[in-house]
C-alpha cells in the first residue's frame, strides 16, 4: 500500500537518517532505532482507520454495508461483541455508515491488534521507550497527513468513481473505487449547489438529491465488482 511505503520512507529514510540514535545494547539489530518503524506502522494504519471510520458515523436508523452488486442495511445492535463481529468480518471499505456502537466495536478490535505492537518492540529489546513513542507520533502524523491527502483526492476526483484509471474497459489494472462515506455525500447532497446538479458528481445525475445518491451508490456497489485499488 502507498501509505505504508509513504510511512516507511518518512521514517526510515529521512528521521532515521537525521536523528541516528542507536538501539538497545543487546539488540541483534544495527540500524539506527529512533524512531520504532513498527510501532510507526502499526499506530499509523490503527490512527488511519479511526479517522476513516469516524467519518462513516451516522447517528439513528441503520448502517449500510456494500458488497459486490448489492445494497445492504443493517439494524444497529446492541451488543459491542456482536457488532465487533458484524463489522470485522467484513471487508474495511464496504461499511458506508457505521453506528457508534459499532465504531467503538471496530475500534476495540483493531486496538488489541496494533497497541501490542509498540510495546512487544520494548520487551524484545529492540527499542527504548522514547523511540517507540517517537516512532507511534509519527505513524499518527503520517496518518493524519495522509489521510487528509486522500479525502481531497476523493473530494476532487469524485465525480471519477467507477472509472477505469490503467488498463481497457475490458480489462482494467486500476480502477477508481476510492468513494467518499456515504455520509459526507448526503451532506455534499443537500447543499443547494449540488442539489442543481453539481458537474463533479457527474453528467448523468440528476437534479433531485435522491437520484444523486442513488448514482452515487451505484457507482460504488459497481466498483467492488471489479479490480480494486486500495489507497
Known sequence: ??????????????????????RPERSCLTSC???SSHS????GFYVYMLLDFAARVRCGGESLLVLPGTLQSHSPSNSLWLSMVKVCRTPWPAWEVLKPLQLAAVLTFWSVVFIPVPISRVQLGDHYWQQVLVGGAVGGCTASFWWLIVRKLQHTHNHRLGDVLLGRPGLPLLRHNASLPYPIVERRCADSSIRNCDSRLGADCCNCCANLLEWYMTQVAKSWLSTSCMI
Open 1 to 22: 500500500m502507498l501509505f505504508v511505503a509513504f510511512t516507511f520512507v518518512m521514517n526510515d529514510l529521512v528521521i532515521k537518517h537525521i536523528v541516528r540514535q542507536p
Open 33 to 35: 532505532g529512533m524512531p
Open 40 to 43: 510507526a506502522i502499526s499506530i
